[in-house]
């Protein structure tokens, strides 16, 4: 993932992470997924770790593709700070394989009064 933590003063810091996504499925339309993920570092701020849970609703444009929308709750500890806080971003998946997607996605883990933290990534899912 593609971090970036924007404080509405002084500069941003951004960097290259880590993240591991887990859910289930309940149907064609709603599912449950969580996030975690760590590393990364531009000098000034880490990112330890976050985990998050989310409600995923999902629209299947086609049998092989699907756009969807997340929103929940994350908690995000940074070597200078650890918040938490409501949860939302949105993506979208293609089916290559029968079990095999790539997909990608926009997550804004945190929106707080001083600061944002966002993250965008890329990925492959295997669904068993």
Do not use: C
């Not at 960097?15 to 990364?40: C, I």
Request: glycine share 14%; hydrophobic share 40%.
């Amino acid at each position: 993932m593609f971090w970036e933590l924007d404080p509405d003063r002084g500069p941003s810091a951004d960097s290259v992470g880590l993240r591991l996504n887990g859910g289930m499925k309940f149907n064609d339309y709603l599912a449950a997924e969580a996030h975690l993920g760590t590393g990364g570092s531009d000098g000034a701020v880490d990112l330890e770790y976050l985990v998050g849970a989310y409600a995923k609703g999902i629209l299947p444009v086609s049998q092989e593709f699907r756009l969807y929308g997340l929103a929940g709750f994350t908690e995000v500890d940074f070597d200078i700070d650890r918040e938490s806080g409501f949860s939302y971003g949105g993506g979208a998946e293609f089916d290559v394989a029968p079990n095999l997607a790539i997909g990608a996605d926009y997550m804004r883990y945190l929106d707080k009064s001083d600061y944002t933290f966002d993250a965008a990534s890329v990925g492959v899912r295997y669904r068993f």
